[in-house]
């Protein structure tokens, strides 16, 4: 499995370092679908899992205003990718790996001076 597959996302940097998780879209099995999104890592405690951020704007229309609202979504993270709390990640949307996990990193994008 040392080979690297292409995941078919344009603009994805492959991840130098290689690894053996079965779940890692560039070394292993799983295949890509969907949804595209990106977050703040807030979270690193879980084993090979992860805790992503968004923030967003809501339209409120009864009062012609935005609001700020956020999300959190668990997502996998490969062996190959190493993240931090408060990196920005790009995640993609893949089968269910676990209860709450239907998300794969597939790339970090940078870190966040906070």
């Known amino acids: 499995m040392n080979q690297v597959k292409n995941i078919g996302i344009p603009n994805i ?12 879209p560039f070394h292993g099995n799983l295949k890509l679908r969907g ?5 703040y890592v807030i979270s690193t405690k879980m ?6 951020q968004r ?13 700020r609202r956020k999300s ?27 209860k709450t996990v239907a998300f794969v990193v597939i790339e970090k994008i940078m870190k966040e001076d906070k």
């Open 72 to 98: 959190k979504v668990t997502a996998h993270l490969p062996d190959c990718i190493e993240v931090e709390e408060k990196d920005q990640v790009k995640i993609a949307e893949c089968r269910k790996i676990s």
């Open 13 to 24: 940097a492959v991840p130098t370092k290689v690894c053996d998780d079965p779940n890692c």
């Open 35 to 39: 949804r595209i999104l990106q977050g």
């Open 47 to 52: 084993h090979k899992t992860i805790v992503i």
């Open 55 to 67: 923030d967003y704007n809501y339209y409120i229309s009864k009062y012609q205003r935005y609001e």
